[in-house]
């Protein structure tokens, strides 16, 4: 599993703010903590990094949510998808 | 409270992301991590130049979680997609774990004892024919250690660091501007600019740090204006409130052209001139320090660069040349200008960052916090070390050079060395070092070891069949490379040892703003991997060993022998007993001494172990604690400017306190696309791996959002030749060949007539094909521009 710590600016448009929130506590990867502001602290709880990284690219695409700064991540060491060969190996 | 693993671990995040609301919201801070189990340290990102401070937990010998590091100033508790994964680049599954040696064709694995024995004797047979090529991403003990062995033991200076690759022309557009190298400004400037100008920077992808402090502004109400001047579109252009879109080689043209209209409108800040500034051009053969020129004949000189002369040069419209220009000329702004790559990889690197420079100083755009020219570096600590220690071929340590008898007598004398013991001749710049080193040594080739730390020069040299891969079959050749991850290096190499990374040892960086960072050793390193500066320290004491006279002082003693706090010496040359004491610490205190020479005085170790870092020139207040500078040459801020002066170039070439401004004319780049290969080729850097891509290719999520590299091309030129979004392509430049998928409208967009290739990625090696042309003054080649031509690769036929 990856945990990842997140600090989200949400849109100057309180609506919008609103409804992305709204969608991110239906989400069972999300967990919201305290909003400041525009600023909205939420841990993310998925299975490997190309989970973390979908689920990023979805909160980057929420109109309610303008920028997505990760502070954390937990990580375990995963096995590359593809082994490395150099173009010149021996 | 009972927690389990699961929750702990979510917990932990959330608090991590609730402090970082806080701080954006300058809110008292309510909700502490959870201590359970993990210890946290800091330390300094492996990865790029910026410099942000992590805060590293380790459980059980390994580290298993990172955070942004809140009381960090650089990066304020955010970091980037690489950082946050930092932790991952010491647990790829082929850490090189065990010196090898090349016998019969293969690596074999061989004792530290025999390796260190090899290499000695290698370098004891023909020392005079021995070179280290380091890194900005050694440290700056590893820096200090390797110039010492060489300059003060060896009596060579055949000594580079892939720096040259990447900032030596940022280092000459400082030091014949200032006479002293590296910027006055710093972060904060992007903190209190009211125009930030990106000079071919993709800001957006290699500072993201910087760019998301900048353009968190915007969420707090402001609006700092954003220019960028570039050859492609990237991730950064959504951002820009203007986007120049320029033809390569033509920011020379543009510079000149914004200086023109500020004279031509009478808006140059004349009292700013006047009062610290002279003029200069350069020599017929060009040269560091030029040659002097009228106001008049400066502005004569401009005077061709009109709006339709530098719009048709640089294919930017006139207006957008104005705009510019007007936005110089106003006193009121504060302009940050930030650039990279794209001015110092660049035929006339030199040139393109003095006119920026210039452009600051003829504008008064200089001295107040916001306004300020500032290049970034790309990597960790080329500034600390390669720049600062003087790991370069011409430099010693703190600013000294090789060629000035008095300073290699101040050095003789710190290091308590034989007067006359370091040669008054520099060593050979990288490319003619590794042509060398290629070279048949019957055809010239008079460097035949070559000991490679912390970089992978088999990939990020340009021209790699020239520069490196003629290397293969010399017999008398002898390649020692230092790595933690086999690499195209590593490849070609006979002796390979494997190193420690990161906080698997202790060490220093300088980052890009003149900050000092300090971190201890956290984590065993895997195997028998050892420290970069232990090996500098085991091969100097086998020298010793086998009767090499430099190895001792004036007193006889070892060249590094170290003493514990109760003056008993500790043998730091055997593995066992490096970490008795802290090496990193005496070495620096060590060094810390050359530093007030050029005013970039340091701290003791201790005051860096306490803070996230401190800027130079740091100086002892009359309470004894230390304080950073964050403006030099801006009296208030920077100690050593004289009371009243306002602004004072204390380190001024012409010794007037005043800093010169450059003309330098615009010249068409060496190698320009043609009928046979119409295409500028650009080369460069995206934002999830970190340059050749050695640790971040073993990253699992970095490798899976960016797996290979690919060729960017304009929609209209790709249709052209009936080539779509992913076809297989053959990339070809006068020097070689790569096949690689095309990507139309991806992450860059190049305009027509343009082509860009990341150079990360190992399979694909795009340095084949570069230019390898330098810039006469700071021997910087460029990656930016050569010709290219592209074809499809025909299918292979159906079975």
């Known amino acids: 599993m990856t945990f990842s710590g997140l600090l989200l600016t949400l849109n100057s448009d309180d609506q919008l703010a609103e409804a992305a929130l709204a969608e991110l506590a239906r989400h069972p990867a999300v967990t919201l903590g305290p909003r400041r502001e525009r600023w909205q602290a939420v841990a993310l709880e998925v299975a490997d990094g190309a989970d973390s990284r979908a689920a990023h690219d979805w909160l980057l695409a929420l109109p309610g949510v303008d920028y997505v700064d990760v502070v954390s991540v937990h990580f375990e060491p995963e096995p590359l998808a593809a082994p490395l060969a150099p173009a010149h190996a021996a | 409270m009972n927690l389990d693993r699961r929750d702990f671990l979510r917990l932990s995040a959330l608090a991590a992301a609730t402090a970082m609301v806080d701080r954006r919201a300058e809110a008292a801070p309510t909700s502490p991590a959870p201590a359970a189990g993990i210890r946290w340290q800091k330390a300094p990102c492996r990865f790029c130049g910026t410099g942000c401070h992590v805060q590293v937990g380790v459980q059980n010998e390994k580290v298993v979680a990172i955070q942004g590091d809140p009381e960090a100033e650089v990066n304020k508790g955010l970091l980037c997609v690489k950082g946050y994964h930092v932790g991952l680049a010491l647990y790829g599954q082929d850490r090189l774990t065990q010196p090898q040696l090349r016998k019969n064709g293969k690596l074999t694995p061989i004792s530290w004892e025999e390796a260190i024995d090899v290499a000695a004797r290698r370098i004891l047979a023909a020392p005079d024919k021995f070179a280290i090529y380091s890194s900005g991403q050694s440290t700056i003990p590893e820096g200090y250690a390797i110039s010492k062995f060489l300059r003060g033991g060896l009596g060579s200076n055949q000594t580079e660091p892939n720096a040259r690759l990447c900032m030596a022309s940022a280092v000459t557009g400082f030091l014949s501007t200032y006479g002293v190298d590296e910027p006055a400004g710093c972060y904060d400037d992007l903190d209190h600019c009211d125009v930030l100008v990106l000079w071919g920077n993709n800001m957006a992808e290699m500072h993201p740090v910087l760019f998301s402090r900048f353009i968190d502004r915007r969420s707090r109400g402001e609006k700092p204006l954003l220019i960028e001047l570039a050859t492609r579109r990237t991730r950064t252009t959504p951002f820009a409130d203007h986007f120049l879109l320029f033809k390569p080689q033509s920011d020379l043209a543009i510079l000149n052209g914004v200086a023109h209209l500020l004279l031509a409108w009478g808006k140059h800040d004349a009292a700013f001139v006047e009062k610290y500034c002279s003029f200069r051009r350069d020599t017929e053969k060009p040269s560091l320090a030029g040659q002097p020129m009228s106001f008049d004949d400066y502005k004569k000189a401009l005077a061709e660069y009109t709006p339709a002369r530098v719009s048709e040069l640089s294919g930017v419209p006139a207006e957008q040349i104005e705009l510019l220009a007007r936005l110089f000329a106003r006193r009121d702004l504060r302009i940050t200008s930030t650039w990279c790559m794209g001015f110092n990889q660049h035929t006339r690197g030199t040139n393109v960052n003095r006119l920026c420079h210039g452009l600051h100083l003829l504008s008064g755009h200089f001295g107040r916090p916001g306004d300020a020219p500032t290049s970034l570096t790309g990597q960790p600590s080329a500034c600390g070390t390669a720049r600062e220690v003087g790991t370069l071929c011409h430099t010693l340590p703190g600013g000294r050079l090789v060629e000035n008898a008095e300073h290699r007598a101040e050095t003789e004398q710190i290091w308590n060395v034989p007067a006359g013991r370091i040669a008054p001749k520099p060593g050979y710049h990288t490319a003619l070092m590794w042509e060398k080193f290629c070279t048949p040594t019957d055809k010239g080739g008079d460097l035949r070891t070559m000991f490679v730390q912390a970089t992978n020069p088999g990939q990020s040299l340009p021209n790699l069949h020239k520069l490196f891969r003629a290397k293969k079959g010399l017999e008398d050749k002898f390649l020692i490379v230092s790595e933690v991850y086999p690499s195209a290096t590593t490849e070609l190499a006979d002796l390979v040892l494997p190193a420690a990374l990161w906080v698997e040892k202790n060490g220093m960086f300088g980052n890009s703003e003149r900050r000092t960072q300090q971190w201890f050793r956290m984590v065993p390193p895997p195997g028998q991997a050892r420290d970069d500066a232990w090996m500098i320290l085991a091969l100097a004491h086998r020298l010793l060993e086998l009767g090499h006279p430099g190895m001792k002082d004036r007193d006889g003693r070892f060249l590094f022998a170290q003493k514990n706090e109760a003056g008993a010496e500790v043998p730091v040359w055997d593995w066992p007993h490096y970490y008795d004491l802290n090496v990193d610490r005496a070495l620096f205190e060590e060094y810390r001494r050359f530093s007030a020479y050029k005013h970039k005085n340091l701290a003791p170790y201790d005051e860096y172990v306490k803070t996230r870092g401190l800027r130079w020139p740091v100086v002892q207040q009359p309470d004894g604690s230390w304080r950073e500078t964050k403006f030099r040459f801006a009296e208030g801020d920077d100690p050593f400017v004289k009371k009243g002066a306002g602004v004072q170039f204390y380190h001024s070439t012409t010794k007037n306190d005043r800093a010169q401004i450059w003309f330098a004319p615009y010249e068409k780049a060496t190698e320009e696309p043609d009928q046979e290969f119409p295409f500028w080729l650009c080369t460069g850097r995206v934002l999830e791996h970190w340059h050749t891509g050695t640790m971040t290719r073993r990253i699992a999520p970095l490798q899976g959002a960016m797996p290979s590299a690919y060729v960017e091309m304009h929609r209209d ?65 460029d990656y930016k521009k050569c010709a290219a031509t592209v074809a499809r690769v025909a299918p292979n036929p159906q079975p």
């Open chain 2, 717 to 781: 030129d790709a249709a052209e030749r009936g080539l779509r979004n992913g076809d297989l392509v053959a990339l070809r430049t006068r020097r070689g060949e790569v096949r690689l998928p095309l990507w139309i409208d991806g992450r860059g967009q190049p305009p027509r007539g343009s082509l860009f290739v990341p150079f990360f990625d190992e399979r694909l090696l795009i340095n084949e094909l570069t230019l390898g042309d330098i810039d006469p003054i700071s021997k910087e080649p």
